[in-house]
């Protein structure tokens, strides 16, 4: 009875949809399409003015939507010969040869951690124009080196186009694929930092001068290196599945599953924020290296003090695992 009643404690700590903190955070819009259900990544389109994307997440179709900044959608697409087992996240990014932007799709929420032999990201061109379509995609096939497991976070490095995977577990990790991506051929992912514990979702920074990972309690930035910068309050969401930057890098954007479920605009501390003149690329020792055959080297800082967790948080998790490793671990496969 004490394990059912401390997961129950874990799993409703967050209220659904509670009022957003004091410190210039605020809601974006709300999802008012009934197909978006399940949130799971959010990106914000580079070359379409005020268009953000999403998807939903296990038991859907390969599709995902165009919104406005009133939560609107603007136009549904479909991924074409994609699969859509369990789409965890997505990433934005954008073209430098051709300036158009470039989305991928991380089908990788392995409930049974390590059940799949292999996780697939697909690279989709971003649509020219905002109306339905079906889309031609990349798929690219990857294996974790250290064995399958859980993820629900992808985040690229926009200075060096570095792909990365955040998996979803007690003892987390952050992966690096291969710097140059093999469509014929399944790449090795490897890992290369520490992760907070049940994390999320991931994003990098638009500039390339941090990364964040979220829980479902908390954010925290990191330098490209893998140290750790701060933590940053969140608005307790009913199921808190969804993180990115905004363009110019000076806030998050953060999202939840469930029905017409909001957006919240997240400042960035202006202590986190970026000398003016940006710094030059980390050295080889940080997330965003790799030897010339294209394996990520270790990272040289791993990340020391968990998730960045208040005491309230730090205690909820555990109590719960002492009483019910279990029964958590058992519900948290289920929690996407």
């Known amino acids: 009875m004490l394990a059912v009643v401390a997961a129950s404690c874990l799993l409703t700590a967050a209220p659904a949809y509670a009022a957003a903190p004091d410190d210039g955070t605020e809601k974006l819009f709300t999802f008012k399409d009934p197909a978006i259900t399940e949130s799971s990544g959010l990106g914000v389109s580079p070359t379409h003015q005020g268009v953000y994307y999403t998807h939903n997440d296990s038991a859907a179709t390969p599709t995902f939507y165009a919104v406005d900044a009133r939560g609107r959608t603007r136009a549904t697409f479909q991924v074409q010969g994609a699969q859509a087992r369990d789409w965890e996240a997505m990433a934005v990014t954008k ?35 905002l109306r339905n379509a079906a889309l031609p995609a990349t798929r690219y096939r990857f294996r974790y080196a250290d ?7 992808l985040m690229i490095n926009p200075r060096t186009g570095r792909l990365y995977v955040v998996s979803k577990e007690f003892a987390a990790g952050v992966y690096a694929a291969p ?10 992912l490897r890992k290369v930092a520490s992760a907070p514990l049940m994390a999320t979702d991931a994003a990098y920074a638009p500039d390339g001068s941090s990364y964040v990972i979220r829980t479902y309690f908390s954010a925290t930035l990191y330098k490209p290196s893998g ?26 954007l953060a999202g939840s599953e469930g029905p017409k479920s909001p ?11 970026p000398a003016a003149t940006p710094s030059p690329s980390a050295p080889s020792s940080s997330l965003s290296s790799a030897s010339s055959d294209g394996t990520a080297a270790t990272t040289a800082a791993a990340e020391t003090d968990g998730d960045g967790l208040a005491l309230k ?3 909820i998790w555990l109590a719960a695992a002492a009483m019910a490793v279990g029964v958590i671990t058992f519900l948290a496969r289920r929690t996407r």
């Open 313 to 315: 948080d730090v205690l």
């Open 263 to 273: 957006v919240y605009r997240v400042p960035v501390p202006e202590s986190a924020l």
């Open 227 to 252: 140290e750790t910068i701060t933590r940053v309050s969140m608005p307790e969401l009913k199921q808190a599945e969804s993180i990115t930057y905004t363009p110019d890098g000076r806030a998050l």
């Open 95 to 129: 073209d430098p040869a051709t300036g158009r932007g470039v989305l991928w799709f991380a089908d990788i929420g392995d409930n049974l951690d390590g059940a799949w032999p292999n996780v697939s990201i697909y690279k989709v061109m971003e649509p020219q124009t």
């Open 147 to 153: 064995g399958g497991r859980n993820a629900e976070g």
């Open 179 to 188: 710097k140059k991506l093999r469509s014929d051929k399944t790449n090795v």
